[in-house]
């Protein structure tokens, strides 16, 4: 059951409610109160690319890079049909080498909660670092341990009128803070599958040595989608880390 596999083709669909456009407003209010005016963008762990597609709809180079095909299929599907120029590849971000430098990367939706240890979190920032400029930055969000135990992941939508319905059960591990969330999905077609996703809480002291050890001179987290410290109740926080080997 990989994850991101036979989701994909649905994955715009349960994501019709989803704010993209302000997260994408966020990213360049946070990149304008670190004054970094980026030409070049990396979405790291794109999906099917929507974010990517605003960045290039509000006059960025964006690229964008995800270890599912499925997914990239996809973001490569839409990108066609909106006539946009948007790079993308299929890698892992831990050992990522896509012979490209940006200036400025991100990456949102929980995404390196899915890289599920201390190390593959450290390559992942440390590969990511390694595709940007100097100066670049790299700003991303992550759920928190307090969103795990609060069973955020628990969710269900099984009216029959959706065209996608589905039933969420995670379950989180404190000791190791991995959450396994069995997901399973039904479409109005009448297919019917499972994936099974697993996600880890990196301790804040974790992610802020793999950013500080990238060489990053400045970090700051947020509570997400403010400009607010984190707070203990936060279910996601944003990371800003900037000024990349200077
Ligand atoms: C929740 S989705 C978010 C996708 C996209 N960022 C969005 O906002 O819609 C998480 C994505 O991370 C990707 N992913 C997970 N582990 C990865 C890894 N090690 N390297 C690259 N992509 C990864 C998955 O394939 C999936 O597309």
Known sequence: ????????????????NVPYAMWASYYQLI?????????SVLDVCCGT??????????GFHAAGVDLSPEMIREARRKAIEKDLEIDYFVADVTTMELGKQFDSAYSFFDSLNYITTPEGLHAAVQ???????RGGSFVFDLNTEFAFQEQMFDQREVHPNRRLR????????????????????WTKEGEQFVEEHHQRAHPHDEVLTALRDAGFRHISAFDAYTMNPPRARSDRLHYVAWGLGE
């Not at 597609?53 to 509000?58: F, P």
């Open 1 to 16: 059951m990989p994850s991101f596999g036979k989701l994909a083709r649905h994955y715009d669909r349960l994501m019709h």
């Open 31 to 39: 990149l304008a109160s670190i004054e970094h005016d980026p030409d």
């Open 49 to 58: 690319g929507t974010v990517a597609e605003i960045m290039s709809q509000n």
């Open 127 to 133: 590969r990511t670092a390694a595709h940007l400029n």
């Open 166 to 185: 589905y039933e969420w059960t995670g379950t989180y591990d404190p000791e190791s803070r991995l959450i396994c969330v069995r997901m399973e999905f």
